[in-house]
Nanobody
């Protein structure tokens, strides 16, 4: 079992930056692949970024590639999403997710994740 708590959301102007954090609890965290998803009002929850348990495999949605960076610190049970050059279309609730663990590669779709945080709101003004 993994519990996830996101923080770091807020209101920012376009071209600004935010860093989201996800605190995880659970004995298997160092073997869980992790991801960030986001959901805007009236839209489906979509994949943003994923990182393997070792940090050796990282993937991004095309819409955030070059602007967002996912990272993790297994010693602190933390996952981060550094978001730069933010755009109004990045406005959404951002969710941290963990898979069941012990998989080599991180899933890139929502059904691949079993544990979810409560979300943190990011609003980008133009």
């Amino acid at each position: 079992q993994v519990q996830l708590v996101e923080s770091g959301g807020g209101l920012v102007q376009a071209e600004g930056s935010l860093r989201l954090s996800c605190a995880a609890s659970g004995r298997t965290f160092s073997r869980n692949n992790m991801a960030w998803f986001r959901q805007a009002p009236g839209k489906e929850r979509e994949f943003v970024a994923a990182i393997s348990w070792s940090g050796g495999s990282i993937h991004y949605a095309d819409s955030v590639k070059g602007r967002f960076t996912i990272s993790r610190d297994n010693a602190k049970n933390m996952v981060y999403l550094q978001m730069n050059s933010l755009k109004p279309e990045d406005t959404a609730a951002y969710y941290c997710a963990a898979d069941k663990g012990y998989s080599t590669y991180p899933p890139l779709v929502r059904p691949g994740y079993s544990y979810w945080g409560q979300g943190t709101q990011v609003t980008v003004s133009s």
